[in-house]
């Protein structure tokens, strides 16, 4: 898990300097209107939509953006329709990728994932190479000077929770759940009045990958590359990050 709260780390503080170019707005709407698409633009029924509404909040997005966003998503207003695609691939030092994206135009999109793998030193690999690696989980990040362990353990588990961390090197507590505990969890930890840094459903690695130095840097680059790709909405790897890059 303290891999994945470093990576974490290296991308939270990207999605700053991402939301200061307005960048993040662009993933935060397709997600919207996805969301919405697949789900019906009511929120208390759509948990996607939910959690989507939350971050484009917590981005700033105005709120004329996410009605539009949603309003394309249920048809109400013209918009590009997107399609969700996931692919799979590695690294330098064989690190597991897996690519979340949403586009227009799926020909383009996988011959520019495609691409950024080959220019960067990994590989694109068939679907369910690398999946089954991964599982889905709800994941909280909370600064670790919030509350003292045994009282956030109490916390979270009571909430419905499954487990907690505390990362160390970066004194950050993790929280982790299924997916359908995800709102009754971040509830509990709202109404405890804890700061949640990183509210997300993602796909955590079952094991993390301890790679080189030199290793670990093409696989960053690569990685920091996926992120930029328009089309993109999320990466996730199981690459343990050496203290040295950090």
Known sequence: MSGHSKWSSI??????VDAKRGKIFTKLIRELTVAARNGGGDPSMNPRLRLALSNAKSSNMPQDNIDRAIKKGTGELEGVVYDEVIYEGYGAGGVAIMVECLTDNKNRTAAEIRNIFSKRGGNMAGSGAVNWQFEKKGLFVIPGD???EDAL??????AGADDLTKDNDTNKFEVTCNPQ?????????EEANLKIETA?????????SKVEVSAAKSAMGLLEALEEQD????????????EELL
């Open 11 to 16: 991308k939270h503080k990207k999605a700053i």
């Open 181 to 189: 505990d995800f709102d009754l969890v971040r509830k509990g930890i």
């Open 200 to 208: 997300v459903l993602t796909m955590l690695p079952k094991d993390l």
């Open 146 to 148: 919030v509350c003292e």
């Open 231 to 242: 089309d993109v909405q999320n990466v996730y790897t199981n690459i343990d990050i050496p």
């Open 153 to 158: 353990m109490e916390i979270v588990i009571g």
